[in-house]
C-alpha cells in the first residue's frame, strides 16, 4: 500500500493521473474499478474527474450523487479506453438497489470506472463485483491541515474491510 499526502484539489489531481499510469493496461482483460473510500469532501470527486479528464473525456464531469452513475465516451487515449463510468453509491442502502439498475452488467473490458462508496455495496455484493473487475482501492483521509489530505492506494486488489 503506498500513500501520499496531498495540498491541494489540484494536486489531488496529479495523485489520481500517476496511479492511472501506473496501471498495466495491457496486462489486464478486465474492467478497471477504482474504489474510492473515505469521509464526505475528501477528495474522491476530484480524483474521479482527474481519472475522466486523463481518459479524453470532454464533457463536465459532475458529481452522480442523485443519479447514481454517469456515463461518458472517452477521447482518443494511450489506453484504448471507450467509457468512463463515475459512479457514487452514497445513497445506496445494499447491492440489492444495485441489481435493479443492471450496476454489475456495466462494465467491459473497454471502461475505466471510479465508485465512491463501494462500501455500501454490502460486503457479499462487494465480494461478487471484485471477481470481475480489476480493482484499485484508494482511501482518502484529512490531513492535519484543512486542505491537506492523505491518499492511500494499492494497485493488487485489497480488502480496506
Keep these: ?11 489531488t489531481a496529479k495523485v489520481a493521473v500517476n496511479i492511472l499510469s ?6 489486464i482483460n478486465k474492467p478497471i474499478v477504482f474504489l474510492l ?21 470532454k464533457e463536465t464531469i ?27 453509491l452514497y445513497r445506496i442502502e445494499n447491492g440489492n438497489e444495485l441489481g435493479e439498475i443492471g450496476f454489475l452488467n456495466l462494465f467491459g473490458k473497454d471502461s475505466v470506472a471510479c465508485v465512491e462508496w463501494p462500501e455500501n455495496m454490502g460486503e457479499k455484493y462487494l465480494e ?22 492523505k491518499i492511500s492506494f494499492g494497485l493488487e486488489k485489497q480488502n480496506f474491510g
Design 37 to 57: 473510500r473515505g469521509e464526505l469532501g475528501g477528495g474522491k470527486t476530484v480524483f474521479a474527474k482527474s481519472i475522466g479528464k486523463t481518459l479524453g473525456v
Design 128 to 149: 461478487k463485483f471484485r471477481k470481475m473487475i480489476y480493482s484499485i482501492d484508494v482511501r482518502f483521509e484529512y490531513g492535519e491541515k484543512k486542505c491537506q489530505r
Design 1 to 11: 500500500m503506498e500513500s501520499t499526502l496531498t495540498k491541494s484539489p489540484e494536486e
Design 62 to 88: 459532475t458529481s452522480p450523487t442523485f443519479v447514481i452513475f454517469n456515463e461518458y465516451r472517452a477521447g482518443k487515449n494511450m489506453w484504448g479506453v471507450n467509457r468512463f463510468l463515475h459512479f457514487d
Design 22 to 27: 501506473k496501471v498495466e493496461f495491457k496486462k
